[in-house]
C-alpha cells in the first residue's frame, strides 16, 4: 500500500507552520499524511529551561510556539532531529531508545535521536544524524558549551552508518545540513560522505534557509526552505518550505507537492 509522508523545513519555533503545512499537505491527499519528518532546527522548547539549553543569538532568542500545542493539533505523527538550534541540553537526558515522545503526553511529536535509522510506519526507512559539523568538535566539549552540543561527532556518523546497514536499504535520510559538494558556502563533508556509503533514494536537509533540488549518485537531494513567518525576517524565498511524498508499492519514492 501506498505510504505518504510530509517533510517539513527549519521550523525555529514557528509550529503554526507545521500546521498549515500538515493541512495544505491534506489537501493535495483528500487525507493526512501517514507521517512527517522535519530536517532540524524546530525549536520545539517547552519552556524556558529548554531554551536556556539552546545556542542562538538574543535577536532571535524566543521560547515560541511549541508549548502551546495541545494534543490534536500536530494532525499526524511527527519526527525532528536536531539542527545547530535546538534545546539540546534537554534533548541530550533523553535516553531512548529512539524515536522518543517529546512534549506534552499524546501531542504525537517525538524526537529522533543523534544518530540511527528505523523504519517508519511500518514501511519507510529512514536513518537520521543530528547536528553539523565542525572540524575541531569534540564531544567531551558539550557539557561546557552549548554551542558544542550543536555538532556531531563521528562516532555518530557512524552509528547511523551501522544501523542503517542493519536495516539493509534506506529510503529516506534526514540531517540538517546539507551534503557537501552542492553549494559554494553550505554543506558538510561527513554527510556527504554518509549520503555516498549508504546511498538512500531520498535525503532531506535544511539549515541553509532556502530550497534545492540536486543529485548525488542515485540519491535525489532536497533541501527544504525555512518556514514562513521566518522567511519573511530571513528575507528568503518561501517556495519549498515543505514538500509531499509517497512511497509507491513498487518501492518508489516520489515528491507529489511543494509549499509555495
Ligand atoms: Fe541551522
Same mark, same amino acid.
Given at each position: 500500500m501506498t505510504t505518504t509522508f510530509l517533510a517539513i523545513g527549519d521550523v525555529h519555533g514557528y509550529w503554526s507552520s507545521v500546521r498549515t503545512a500538515i493541512s495544505q499537505s491534506e489537501g493535495v491527499l483528500g487525507r493526512l499524511p501517514d507521517f512527517v519528518l522535519q530536517v532540524g532546527d524546530a525549536e520545539a522548547h517547552r519552556n524556558e529551561d529548554d531554551l536556556a539549553g539552546c545556542h542562538t543569538s538574543e535577536k532571535h532568542r524566543k521560547v515560541g510556539?511549541?508549548?502551546?500545542l495541545r494534543p490534536g493539533d500536530i494532525s499526524a505523527p511527527m519526527y525532528?532531529?536536531?539542527?545547530?538550534? $535546538?534545546?539540546?541540553?534537554? =534533548? $541530550?537526558? =533523553?535516553s531512548g531508545p529512539f524515536p522518543v515522545p517529546w512534549g506534552i503526553d499524546g501531542?504525537?511529536?517525538?524526537? =529522533?535521536g543523534r544518530s540511527g535509522a528505523t523504519k517508519i510506519h511500518d514501511s519507510v526507512t529512514v536513518?537520521?544524524?543530528s547536528g553539523i559539523y565542525s572540524s575541531g568538535a569534540d564531544p567531551s566539549a558539550r557539557q561546557k558549551s552549548v554551542k558544542a552540543r550543536g555538532y556531531f561527532s563521528l562516532a555518530e556518523v557512524a552509528h547511523t552508518i551501522s544501523e542503517?546497514? $542493519? =536495516?539493509?536499504?534506506?529510503d529516506v535520510l534526514v540531517t540538517h545540513n546539507w551534503p557537501g559538494g552542492l553549494h559554494p558556502s553550505l554543506g558538510d563533508q561527513p554527510i556527504r560522505d554518509l549520503v555516498e556509503t549508504i546511498r538512500p533514494q531520498l535525503h532531506l536537509c535544511g539549515?541553509?534557509?532556502?530550497?534545492?533540488?540536486?543529485?548525488?549518485?542515485?540519491?535525489?537531494?532536497?533541501?527544504?526552505?525555512?518556514?514562513?513567518?521566518?522567511s519573511i525576517w530571513w528575507n528568503h524565498e518561501r517556495f519549498g518550505w515543505w514538500r509531499l511524498y509517497e512511497k509507491t508499492d513498487s518501492g518508489v519514492i516520489r515528491c507529489i507537492g511543494v509549499g509555495e
Open positions: 510556539e511549541f508549548r502551546y525532528f532531529i536536531g539542527g545547530n538550534h $535546538d534545546p539540546y541540553v534537554s =534533548l $541530550d537526558q =533523553l501531542l504525537g511529536v517525538s524526537y =529522533l536513518a537520521w544524524l542503517a546497514s $542493519d =536495516l539493509g536499504k534506506i539549515h541553509g534557509q532556502d530550497a534545492f533540488v540536486g543529485n548525488i549518485g542515485i540519491t535525489t537531494v532536497h533541501a527544504l526552505a525555512v518556514v514562513p513567518p521566518a
